[in-house]
């Protein structure tokens, strides 16, 4: 089966410096992977979509990449901020008529000021 | 932006009745809407997805004569969670989707909980 592993740990780091998340994924590399923020007792809220054919990905200080030879995407929050503060999850999705991702457990994150 | 809106957020039922969750599209149509279970600190699981006027499809180990599923129009589906036990206390998330879209907007999520 397809599987999206994300690190169980929370993410501590001081306010300003670089977040880095990974997810690491199983077999055939997918053809999208998605980077979603989730605050406790919310729904997730989507962050960024990049492709198999894409290494990187920016949208304000946002990063994600995607290394199919290391079967991973990693997540980059620069000057993070106490505000980033959340749970950030990785889903994969296929290409074709099988758009429904596949999630990963996420990652918690918390910038301390 | 799309946005999804999801009612109750939070119902608290004994064990044995039946809790009915909302989840509408507020300014787009849904053709297809998808509902999710979450456990804590686990990822979101899939149990099914209903377009809209058809029945849903469950995914495997989800009992369909538990969770009623019923997309009736294209901004509103229904969960109903029939006979509650507490081993159904989760946080069900639905989303949703437009036609020609391919990005799921999530609602808020509503917190079951069955004592």
């Known amino acids: 089966s397809q599987k999206i592993e994300q690190n169980s740990e929370a993410l501590n780091i001081q306010e300003g410096k670089t977040a880095t998340l990974t997810c690491n994924y199983t077999n055939y590399s997918p053809a999208y992977l998605q980077w979603y923020r989730q605050d406790p007792g919310r729904g997730p809220v989507f962050l960024l979509l990049?492709?198999?054919?894409?290494k990187e990905k920016r949208k304000e200080r946002l990063k994600v990449t995607f290394d199919t030879t290391l079967k991973q995407s990693l997540f980059h929050i620069t000057a993070s901020q106490p505000a980033d503060s959340a749970t950030y999850l990785c889903a994969r999705r296929a290409s074709g008529g099988s758009y429904i991702p596949t999630f990963g457990r996420g990652t918690s994150l918390i910038v301390h000021p | 932006g799309a946005v999804v809106s999801q009612h109750p957020s939070r119902v608290i039922c004994k064990s044995g009745t039946s809790v009915k969750i909302e989840c509408r599209s507020l300014?787009?149509?849904?053709?297809?809407m998808f509902w999710y279970r979450q456990f804590p600190k686990q990822s979101l699981m899939l149990m099914a997805t209903s377009n809209e006027g058809s029945k849903a499809t469950y995914e495997q180990g989800v009992e369909k004569d538990k969770f009623l599923i019923n997309h009736a129009s294209l901004t509103l589906s229904t969960l109903t969670v029939t006979s509650a036990h507490p081993e159904d206390s989760s946080f069900y998330i639905c989303?949703?989707?437009?036609?020609?879209?391919?990005?799921?907007?999530f609602g808020p999520g509503t917190r079951l909980t069955v004592t």
């Open positions: 990049i492709r198999e054919n894409e």
């Open positions: 300014d787009f149509q849904a053709t297809t």
């Open positions: 989303s949703a989707r437009e036609m020609t879209v391919y990005e799921q907007y």
